[in-house]
């Protein structure tokens, strides 16, 4: 019998029904190549390869080896490796563009989700299973209580949408919290003339003391004679919450010129 890990996250599916809902709101067809992080005892696997091209899915856990390889899934190529530890340039070599469909284990949740949309190039979508705080947040406007660096980078880098909330009691074992899967849809062109790196940082530091208003979190990046002199003292009294996406690129342009 397996033991359940807790430091891996592991919290496995089997409900038929909604692992096909989950490949089914990430769109996977023949053509695609799915990217899976965390395979577990490979229930989602099952699924995403009866529907794609090829299914590579990473799992950390080498114990599951024996039960994942004995699935015998002739498109699915299971590589035993911490995913953050992979080098997704490598990874995307040989592929045009593949889609992430994932259960995610919850203790590094957001470390891979920015991996993946700062390293990748060739990502389309990640639909993936997350706490249902997580997903609020990914999906949250500005000026709202979940609203912060992980919403505005997620708007940054394409579309997110909730598509189920996921009940506790789906998962084996059950987690504390319910869950939620999102669909977030990368678009490349929205912002291409700038810079990944330097954004996020210009966000983080935006968003440093919360309580604060910009003002006085963007003069560690910048003097505050330059923002003064760039912006009037009603904007500069803002924070860094009440900025929409469109309103945290516009102000990163005027002070980057
Ligand atoms: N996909 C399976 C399912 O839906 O039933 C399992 C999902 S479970 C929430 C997360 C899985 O991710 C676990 O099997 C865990 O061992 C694996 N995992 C945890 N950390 C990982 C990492 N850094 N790299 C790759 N896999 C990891």
Same mark, same amino acid.
């Given at each position: 019998?397996?033991?359940?890990?807790?430091?891996?996250?592991?919290?496995?599916?089997?409900?038929?029904?909604?692992?096909?809902?989950?490949?089914?709101?990430?769109?996977?067809?023949?053509?695609?190549?799915?990217?899976?992080?965390?395979?577990?005892?490979?229930?989602?696997?099952?699924?995403? *390869?009866?529907?794609?091209?090829?299914?590579?899915?990473?799992?950390?856990?080498?114990?599951?080896?024996?039960?994942?390889?004995?699935?015998?899934?002739?498109?699915?190529?299971?590589?035993?490796?911490?995913?953050?530890?992979?080098?997704?340039?490598?990874?995307?070599?040989?592929?045009?563009?593949?889609?992430?469909?994932?259960?995610?284990?919850?203790?590094?949740?957001?470390?891979?989700?920015?991996?993946?949309?700062?390293?990748?190039?060739?990502?389309?979508?990640?639909?993936?299973?997350?706490?249902?705080?997580?997903?609020?947040?990914?999906?949250?406007?500005?000026?709202?209580?979940?609203?912060?660096?992980?919403?505005?980078?997620?708007?940054?880098?394409?579309?997110?949408?909730?598509?189920?909330?996921?009940?506790?009691?789906?998962?084996?074992?059950?987690?504390?919290?319910?869950?939620?899967?999102?669909?977030?849809?990368?678009?490349?062109?929205?912002?291409?003339?700038?810079?990944?790196?330097?954004?996020?940082?210009?966000?983080?530091?935006?968003?440093?003391?919360?309580?604060?208003?910009?003002?006085?979190?963007? *003069?560690?990046?910048?003097?505050?004679?330059?923002?003064?002199?760039?912006?009037?003292?009603?904007?500069?009294?803002?924070?860094?919450?009440?900025?929409?996406?469109?309103?945290?690129?516009?102000?990163?342009?005027?002070?980057?010129?």
């Amino acid at each position: 019998m397996f033991n359940f890990k807790k430091k891996y996250g592991q919290n496995f599916l089997s409900d038929k029904n909604l692992l096909k809902a989950i490949a089914n709101d990430a769109e996977v067809t023949k053509k695609d190549v799915v990217l899976e992080i965390g395979a577990g005892a490979g229930a989602l696997t099952q699924e995403l *390869s009866l529907l794609a091209q090829k299914v590579v899915a990473f799992e950390i856990d080498t114990d599951l080896k024996d039960e994942l390889l004995s699935l015998n899934l002739p498109n699915v190529e299971f590589i035993f490796q911490d995913f953050m530890k992979v080098n997704l340039k490598d990874f995307e070599k040989d592929i045009s563009s593949y889609k992430v469909v994932a259960n995610l284990p919850y203790y590094i949740t957001t470390p891979i989700i920015f991996k993946i949309l700062e390293e990748s190039e060739k990502v389309n979508s990640l639909t993936i299973m997350v706490q249902k705080e997580v997903a609020e947040r990914i999906v949250a406007e500005n000026s709202g209580k979940d609203y912060g660096i992980l919403s505005v980078m997620i708007k940054f880098y394409g579309e997110a949408q909730i598509s189920r909330i996921v009940k506790r009691q789906m998962f084996n074992p059950m987690p504390n919290v319910d869950s939620a899967v999102v669909v977030i849809k990368i678009d490349r062109d929205k912002y291409s003339d700038i810079d990944k790196e330097k954004f996020s940082k210009f966000v983080k530091t935006a968003f440093s003391m919360r309580r604060k208003t910009l003002l006085n979190n963007l *003069s560690s990046l910048y003097s505050k004679d330059i923002l003064k002199a760039a912006f009037d003292e009603k904007f500069l009294t803002r924070r860094a919450e009440s900025l929409s996406i469109n309103e945290f690129v516009e102000t990163y342009k005027k002070l980057e010129k």
